[in-house]
């Protein structure tokens, strides 16, 4: 059984500035795999290379297709999200219109509004305010937001990086109890639905 995502040998240069030098690593359905490092260590250029953001030497692997080279809008459809520590709602929508545009790629209507209710159960706090605009949610509520709206991209799985610092951001799967629940971690977690 292969990772739903496989980093092998991976190498980032800026200019003639070696980023990173060659990590290795993979992810099992469920699991959550953090980086760690000081400031300046690598962690944001290997998830952007990972997410097709950065052109990136070694190989990445999804359920055991090579995607090394995919552009980051066929990653994204196929279930690969970057969520940024800076948020990124949409702040002049409500909650349910940011998890619905969340799903632009997808056409299975009836699947859409489960996993929009299967959202919904994961993070509570965002059915109490589906109606509220996602600018006047705080900022928890925001980094929250813009994690389910990566989950609703996809039906099969969606991969996640997910930047969780502090109070504002500490909303993390854990494949122990295979639930959301709140963590500090820098973390890359994964979700398959239902």
Not at 96 to 117: H, P
Not at 161 to 184: E, G, L, P
Request: with cysteine.
């Amino acid at each position: 059984m292969s990772a739903l995502l496989e980093v092998r040998a991976l190498k980032v240069a800026y200019g003639g500035i070696n980023a990173v030098k060659g990590i290795d690593f993979s992810v099992g359905e469920g699991e959550m795999v953090a980086l760690i490092g000081a400031n300046g260590a690598g962690k944001t250029t290997t998830l952007k290379a990972i997410c097709g953001l950065l052109h990136h030497g070694g190989t990445v692997h999804m359920h055991g297709e090579n995607v090394s080279n995919f552009p980051s809008c066929q990653l994204v459809e196929r279930g690969l999200a970057l969520v940024p520590e800076g948020r990124g709602v949409f702040g002049r929508l409500t909650v349910r219109e940011n998890l619905q545009m969340g799903a632009y790629v997808r056409n299975d209507k009836a699947a859409i509004r489960t996993d929009l209710e299967r959202i919904y159960g994961l993070f509570p706090r965002l059915a109490e305010r589906r109606n509220q605009t996602g600018g006047t949610l705080s900022g928890g509520e925001q980094q929250m937001l813009a994690i389910a709206w990566r989950l609703s991209w996809s039906r099969r799985f969606s991969i996640q990086f997910v930047w969780c610092r502090r109070k504002a951001s500490r909303y993390c799967w854990s494949s122990r109890t295979r639930s959301w629940r709140w963590k500090r971690a820098i973390g890359v977690t994964s979700w398959k639905a239902a």
